[in-house]
């Protein structure tokens, strides 16, 4: 009976109880026997609270195996839908940064077009009508662009105003973090500030530094901090290390995005790459790279650089 109550649902196994009683117990007065009946009921107690015992001890099994199986499933669920809601936050805040660097340039276009025919001498009909059809479509693009901005901005969110970070910002954000204590040292490789660089580009390359310092700040405090960023001809490397935790309690500044979620949206969403690793002997590594040319293939030399 209690491994019938363990195995089937307990409405059944609580039938399975009744009816075994039942049986037993008609069984047991109609059969001739030399013992009293006193006797024949004592037995029918006992074999009742052993049953009924059995019974329970079944079904409290069965449904702390089920209450577990059904955690671990709502627990693997609550995970993916975590990790898809992130995904999708970072992909808006992207889409978001995206909207601030185009609307740039943009407009940049619209001013140019409208201003041509009266900066330029000997403008004709033609070429004025044509600077005037840019301008226009720059503007309708720019339309187009905010209204899709506010679906994607939350209500309660305020309007970022800010000139977005660049390549040129890594320093200043070193700094910040050396003032608060933490030893971090930056390296820097090729030339350096943000001409030449697409400045969604930079956007991203601030914005994997900035997390990635912000991880070794809050899981390793007190750790060493090595920041190394190469510039190259096809493309811009970034490699984030940071050793063992060193001390407690100290205080972390929020992060860019969702950690290494968004790391890598950001670096993908350009044609890049992101890895990231634990060290052997405590610490962990971040390394990106980020194409200059958004048609050039993907580069994997920083992989040569040995983290450890």
């Not at 995206?98 to 000997?122: E, F, K, T």
């Not at 105003?161 to 200043?172: R, V």
């Not at 390394?287 to 050039?296: C, G, S, V």
Request: hydrophobic content about 40%.
């Amino acid at each position: 009976m209690g491994t019938i109550a363990y195995r089937v649902r307990w409405v059944e196994a609580v039938i399975g109880v009744v009816a075994n009683l039942l049986v037993s117990g008609t069984i047991a007065m109609l059969l001739p026997t030399a013992r009293s009946a006193e006797s024949v009921g004592v037995d029918l107690v006992v074999f009742t609270s052993t049953a009924g015992t059995l019974l329970a001890t079944g079904i409290v099994l069965q449904q702390r195996r089920a209450i577990r199986v059904q955690l671990a499933r709502e627990r693997r669920v609550s995970e993916e839908e975590r990790a898809r809601r992130l995904v999708a936050e970072e992909k808006t805040r992207i889409a978001r940064e995206l909207h601030d660097v185009i609307a740039h340039s943009m407009s940049v276009i619209n001013v140019q077009a409208s201003s041509a025919p009266y900066r330029l001498a000997d403008v004709g009909p033609d070429v004025r009508q044509e600077f005037e059809q840019m301008a226009a479509s720059s503007r309708r693009a720019l339309a187009e662009m905010r209204s899709l901005l506010s679906v994607l901005r939350e209500d309660d969110r305020p309007n970022e105003l800010a000139p977005q970070p660049g390549l040129a910002a890594i320093p200043g954000l070193i700094a910040a973090v050396d003032r608060s204590g933490t030893w971090i040292n930056l390296e820097w490789v090729g030339e350096f500030g943000d001409e030449g660089v697409r400045q969604i580009v930079g956007l991203a390359a601030y914005r994997i530094v900035q997390e990635a310092v912000s991880n070794a700040l809050r899981h390793s405090p007190g750790s060493h901090i090595d920041v190394r960023c190469t510039r190259e001809p096809q493309g811009l490397s970034l490699l984030i290390t940071n050793g063992p935790a060193r001390r407690r309690g100290v205080p972390v500044p929020g992060g860019a995005g969702n950690g290494l979620v968004g790391m890598r949206e950001r670096a993908t969403s350009l044609g890049g790459t992101l890895e990231h690793h634990g060290l052997p002997a405590g610490g962990y590594v971040v390394r990106a790279w980020l194409p200059l040319d958004p048609k050039a293939p993907v580069d994997h030399s920083d992989e040569r650089t040995d983290a450890a």
